[in-house]
């Protein structure tokens, strides 16, 4: 069954606390992104993928980093949360560029203290 | 930066009513895509747009893409409590996705 999985689901942190959500695909698409959703924003995307070791930035990059040293991963690293981003991130994927259907991860609700 | 906005934001319908959401880009997109979000879930692919001015329908869903490729509808005939939800379009720029703001959809019984 095709598959985007995140972990943790949910998660309380305290500001300054580095923490790491994973994000995996067995679909063997090559673009992989993050979003983060905020109540009358929509989705925007932090980071996104082409391939394996080529990461950009999209359009609210500051505060996170992200990592694709193999194709079906793609984790999702804040290393001093603060408040500001608290929020619920999503990971997608697609198959060759983004002209196709994304696919969604279940969504990682996180909140700082 | 590019901005994808929809409106209306909320939208409440006795069920059995028509709805519809609109969604306007401050570029050309090269296609559109449209999502459904259902409560506490994550977006799920509807469909995707590519030609200026394509219509398409799926079921009692009608979704058009403008002329000048800025701009999308979705429409949705006799709403069910089944499309509760919030409903995103979505186009690339580039190598970018962005996601329109989202109209959250109550069906009232």
């Known amino acids: 069954e095709a598959q985007v999985t995140q972990n943790p689901r949910y998660l309380i942190t305290v500001t300054g606390k580095k923490l790491t959500v994973t994000c995996s695909q067995n679909m063997n698409h090559e673009y992989m992104s993050w979003y983060r959703q905020d109540p009358g924003l929509g989705l925007r995307q932090i980071y996104y993928s082409m391939n394996v070791e080529v990461t950009d930035k999209g359009d609210v990059p500051e505060g996170y980093k992200v990592s694709r040293k193999e194709k079906r991963n793609f984790p999702l690293i804040l290393e001093s949360p603060s408040p500001n981003q608290t929020s619920l991130y999503f990971c997608a994927t697609t198959s060759g560029r983004t002209y196709n259907e994304q696919f969604f991860g279940p969504g990682t609700r996180l909140t700082v203290l | ?109």
Request: with cysteine.
């Open chain 2, 1 to 109: 930066g590019q901005q994808v906005m929809q409106i209306p934001q909320y939208q409440h319908v006795q069920e059995g009513e028509d709805f519809t959401t609109y969604c306007n880009s401050s570029t050309t997109l090269s296609n559109i895509q449209w999502y459904k979000q259902r409560p506490g879930g994550h977006p799920v692919f509807l469909i995707q747009l590519v030609k200026s001015g394509e219509v398409k329908k799926q079921k009692r869903l009608t979704f058009q893409f403008g002329e000048a490729k800025k701009n999308s509808s979705l429409h949705i005939t006799a709403t069910q409590t089944t499309d509760v939800g919030t409903y995103f379009c979505a186009g690339p720029t580039g190598n970018q996705f962005y996601f329109g703001t989202g109209t959250s959809l109550t069906v009232i019984p």
